[in-house]
């Protein structure tokens, strides 16, 4: 009894600050989805409009744009990086001369501030003076303008993204590797084993569940990126790298649309809230 | 008979060299590729304009202060660096004497259903994008005045800082053997004096590794800050935009103001990257 008592009074501190600085700002947003806010045309008054921006999201093309372009933007991430994250963290699986300080600079990006990342990047997608627009033009004679083509500047938001948070998923996959019992993977060797055959049906199956984890935590900051795309492509061009999270921006702080930016970002949080919680119950029943 | 052993087992090393030489050209390309963007930003931060954008890239060249003269020069950079820094250490502070407590809680609970719920509400705090809060907090802020004030940053940072350390913490706690716990509650220490003076001395090393990862991301933010302060509370990654104008980006003070925002975090991050592999990979959503 005593015991739980002590619990109780550990828990709460943090649960009351995460109450006021959360929850009374969310039930607050609930209550502004069903207004109209405007700060710039009546200085933040607050108009009820009952499911109107509801509505507006529903028939508005740049929103539904935004949606499409967050989809995009996630899967592709979220592909590579998982991919490539396992495929490096595999390769780097074995004992060799300078591994940790192979492994520490490898995950060097991931503590790098990402909108110093996202300027970086410019420069180097930059079509005059750019490094990469350089190479590409010695290899293949053409001219590159990365962030200024549709299709070339999601590329671009893509490849900073993964560029920063691969090291991420390699940094918990090493560590999951390097944790494996070092008598499955002799036994496995002992009955002769290939190294493909190790890697596909030894140590990525026993690894699964970090990899699992990382997925998860990448999807949901994927989702949320805002920093690079913001100094990369600011959504632009057009709006080819405007995700969710850029309009919801936009639309609040450019056009100081308040309530219906909210009912942007707010119902974006419900349907990846929606989705995670579909995704943990399967993976618990794994 | 001799020779063919002899020949198969020169097949046999060059191969093995073959291999060799293969994994270190792989790990050198993985390699530029992900430490190249950090050494062109120090190498051009000590460039000149012309040295800069010279294609292809100039890897000798007479090196330069003019880029950090240029940012130290500006007026408000020490004002943002100091605003940088309390802003990250207050939330760290505060994220750690709220979030290790309660971590603690979590682990000893973690069979029941309650603390796998507690996870769940913490890890929901990551779900919603910062936007989602700040437009509310944005409104509540211009009401109550704390609109570009340093402690509306805070508090927004202090509410990203509880969640990491409430998801990193637990697995250390659970670390620690059951006896010794119940070996200081027989001694007739209290469940508080067990968990001050036995319980935290071991997992010190975990709370510093996850107060630098605080301070990592705190520091890097950029959105809650963009947002919320104004030319007196600005921090640095905010600074550093400003850099970007309508005349085109002055790269040399920008990559100058970005080396000296950086190299503390990465030397951070060298720092704890072994011992938070574990908690990140624990997270408290598996429960």
């Given at each position: 009894?005593?015991?739980?008592?002590?619990?109780?009074?550990?828990?709460?501190?943090?649960?009351?600050?995460?109450?006021?600085?959360?929850?009374?700002?969310?039930?607050?947003?609930?209550?502004?989805?069903?207004?109209?806010?405007?700060?710039?045309?009546?200085?933040?008054?607050?108009?009820?409009?009952?499911?109107?921006?509801?509505?507006?999201?529903?028939?508005?093309?740049?929103?539904?744009?935004?949606?499409?372009?967050?989809?995009?933007?996630?899967?592709?991430?979220?592909?590579?990086?998982?991919?490539?994250?396992?495929?490096?963290?595999?390769?780097?699986?074995r004992k060799f001369p300078g591994k940790g300080i192979?492994?520490?600079?490898?995950?060097?990006?991931?503590?790098?501030?990402?909108?110093?990342?996202?300027?970086?990047?410019?420069?180097?997608?930059?079509?005059?003076?750019?490094?990469?627009?350089?190479?590409?033009?010695?290899?293949?004679?053409?001219?590159?303008?990365?962030?200024?083509?549709?299709?070339?500047?999601m590329w671009g938001i893509i490849i900073v993204d993964?560029?920063?948070?691969?090291?991420?998923?390699?940094?918990?996959?090493?560590?999951?590797?390097?944790?494996?019992?070092?008598?499955?993977?002799?036994?496995?060797?002992?009955?002769?084993?290939?190294?493909?055959?190790?890697?596909?049906?030894?140590?990525?199956?026993?690894?699964?569940?970090?990899?699992?984890?990382?997925?998860?935590?990448?999807?949901?900051?994927?989702?949320?990126?805002?920093?690079?795309?913001?100094?990369?492509?600011?959504?632009?061009?057009?709006?080819?790298?405007?995700?969710?999270?850029?309009?919801?921006?936009?639309?609040?702080?450019?056009?100081?649309?308040?309530?219906?930016?909210?009912?942007?970002?707010?119902?974006?949080?419900?349907?990846?809230?929606?989705?995670?919680?579909?995704?943990?119950?399967?993976?618990?029943?794994? | 008979?001799?020779?063919?052993?002899?020949?198969?087992?020169?097949?046999?090393?060059?191969?093995?060299?073959?291999?060799?030489?293969?994994?270190?050209?792989?790990?050198?390309?993985?390699?530029?590729?992900?430490?190249?963007?950090?050494?062109?930003?120090?190498?051009?931060?000590?460039?000149?304009?012309?040295?800069?954008?010279?294609?292809?890239?100039?890897?000798?060249?007479?090196?330069?202060?003019?880029?950090?003269?240029?940012?130290?020069?500006?007026?408000?950079?020490?004002?943002?660096?100091?605003?940088?820094?309390?802003?990250?250490?207050?939330?760290?502070?505060?994220?750690?004497?709220?979030?290790?407590?309660?971590?603690?809680?979590?682990?000893?609970?973690?069979?029941?259903?309650?603390?796998?719920?507690?996870?769940?509400?913490?890890?929901?705090?990551?779900?919603?994008?910062?936007?989602?809060?700040?437009?509310?907090?944005?409104?509540?802020?211009?009401?109550?005045?704390?609109?570009?004030?340093?402690?509306?940053?805070?508090?927004?940072?202090?509410?990203?800082?509880?969640?990491?350390?409430?998801?990193?913490?637990?697995?250390?706690?659970?670390?620690?053997?059951?006896?010794?716990?119940?070996?200081?509650?027989?001694?007739?220490?209290?469940?508080?004096?067990?968990?001050?003076?036995?319980?935290?001395?071991?997992?010190?090393?975990?709370?510093?590794?996850?107060?630098?990862?605080?301070?990592?991301?705190?520091?890097?933010?950029?959105?809650?800050?963009?947002?919320?302060?104004?030319?007196?509370?600005?921090?640095?990654?905010?600074?550093?935009?400003?850099?970007?104008?309508?005349?085109?980006?002055?790269?040399?003070?920008?990559?100058?103001?970005?080396?000296?925002?950086?190299?503390?975090?990465?030397?951070?991050?060298?720092?704890?990257?072994?011992?938070?592999?574990?908690?990140?990979?624990?997270?408290?959503?598996?429960?």
């Amino acid at each position: 009894m005593k015991k739980k008592k002590i619990y109780r009074a550990f828990i709460l501190p943090a649960i009351i600050t995460m109450v006021i600085i959360m929850i009374i700002p969310f039930l607050f947003a609930i209550y502004i989805t069903f207004h109209d806010v405007n700060l710039l045309e009546s200085g933040g008054a607050f108009f009820f409009a009952g499911i109107k921006n509801f509505k507006t999201f529903f028939t508005d093309k740049r929103a539904l744009n935004s949606v499409a372009t967050s989809v995009k933007f996630l899967v592709g991430a979220l592909t590579l990086e998982m991919f490539l994250g396992v495929a490096i963290s595999v390769f780097l699986d074995r004992k060799f001369p300078g591994k940790g300080i192979i492994r520490a600079l490898v995950i060097i990006p991931m503590f790098m501030t990402p909108v110093v990342s996202g300027l970086i990047w410019r420069a180097f997608f930059d079509p005059n003076a750019g490094i990469v627009s350089y190479l590409f033009k010695l290899i293949t004679h053409r001219q590159l303008d990365m962030l200024g083509t549709m299709s070339g500047a999601m590329w671009g938001i893509i490849i900073v993204d993964l560029w920063q948070w691969t090291p991420f998923v390699i940094l918990l996959v090493m560590a999951s590797l390097d944790s494996l019992p070092e008598e499955t993977i002799e036994a496995a060797k002992v009955e002769g084993a290939s190294e493909w055959q190790m890697i596909r049906h030894v140590k990525i199956p026993m690894v699964k569940p970090t990899i699992i984890m990382a997925a998860m935590l990448r999807a949901l900051e994927a989702l949320k990126a805002f920093d690079t795309i913001y100094v990369m492509t600011k959504g632009g061009p057009g709006s080819a790298t405007e995700t969710m999270n850029m309009y919801a921006y936009t639309v609040g702080f450019e056009f100081y649309r308040i309530g219906y930016a909210t009912t942007i970002s707010f119902i974006f949080t419900i349907v990846v809230s929606l989705g995670l919680s579909k995704l943990l119950q399967r993976t618990n029943a794994l | 008979m001799d020779q063919d052993a002899i020949r198969k087992k020169n097949i046999r090393t060059r191969k093995r060299l073959l291999r060799g030489a293969g994994f270190w050209a792989g790990t050198i390309v993985i390699l530029l590729f992900f430490t190249a963007p950090l050494i062109w930003l120090v190498s051009t931060s000590f460039k000149n304009y012309i040295d800069a954008f010279a294609m292809p890239p100039k890897l000798i060249f007479k090196p330069t202060l003019e880029n950090y003269i240029t940012v130290f020069g500006k007026a408000n950079f020490f004002n943002n660096m100091v605003n940088s820094i309390i802003s990250a250490v207050v939330p760290t502070v505060l994220g750690i004497l709220v979030g290790v407590p309660c971590s603690y809680a979590i682990a000893m609970l973690m069979d029941k259903k309650g603390a796998k719920n507690l996870s769940f509400f913490f890890l929901s705090a990551r779900i919603a994008p910062p936007i989602m809060t700040l437009l509310p907090l944005y409104i509540i802020y211009s009401k109550i005045g704390l609109l570009g004030s340093r402690w509306g940053i805070i508090i927004m940072y202090t509410l990203m800082c509880i969640p990491i350390v409430v998801w990193l913490m637990p697995v250390y706690f659970r670390d620690i053997p059951n006896e010794l716990r119940e070996a200081a509650l027989v001694d007739g220490c209290s469940e508080f004096r067990t968990f001050t003076s036995i319980i935290l001395p071991l997992v010190r090393p975990a709370i510093a590794a996850t107060a630098i990862y605080c301070v990592i991301i705190t520091w890097n933010e950029f959105l809650i800050a963009l947002i919320l302060s104004n030319k007196t509370s600005q921090t640095l990654p905010v600074m550093v935009t400003s850099f970007m104008t309508f005349q085109g980006t002055q790269w040399g003070p920008m990559t100058a103001a970005g080396s000296i925002i950086m190299i503390p975090m990465l030397i951070f991050g060298f720092v704890i990257q072994k011992s938070f592999a574990r908690g990140l990979a624990s997270g408290s959503v598996k429960g």
